[in-house]
């Protein structure tokens, strides 16, 4: 298992239902998690995560984004309100792969 930092800014998926909210892990932290991690991919190329941040600790996917070439962290309604995060915040979590 090995943990990974990350400090990403929280945005909002743009489009019609816009309820989406992501974190990017930058693109030279992408590159060594799908170096290190990639034969573990699973559909739509996602990597089965423990994310902490904060007092919350929960599992998840993140997920490969084409666009950018980093992988993106979702950040589900109820991970915001327990951390009070909202879009265009800093936020600062640890991923363990």
Do not use: C, N
């Amino acid at each position: 298992m090995k943990q990974y930092r990350v400090k990403a800014r929280v945005w909002l998926w743009p489009g019609e239902q816009g309820a989406w909210h992501f974190a990017h892990v930058d693109k030279k932290l992408s590159e060594e998690i799908k170096e290190r991690h990639g034969s573990h991919k699973r559909g739509f190329g996602s990597l089965r995560v423990t994310v902490t941040m904060g007092k919350t600790k929960w599992k998840t996917s993140i997920f490969p984004d084409k666009r950018s070439g980093t992988y993106l962290l979702p950040l589900k309604a109820s991970i915001r309100r327990a951390e009070g995060i909202s879009e265009g915040d800093t936020i600062t979590f640890t991923l363990e792969i």
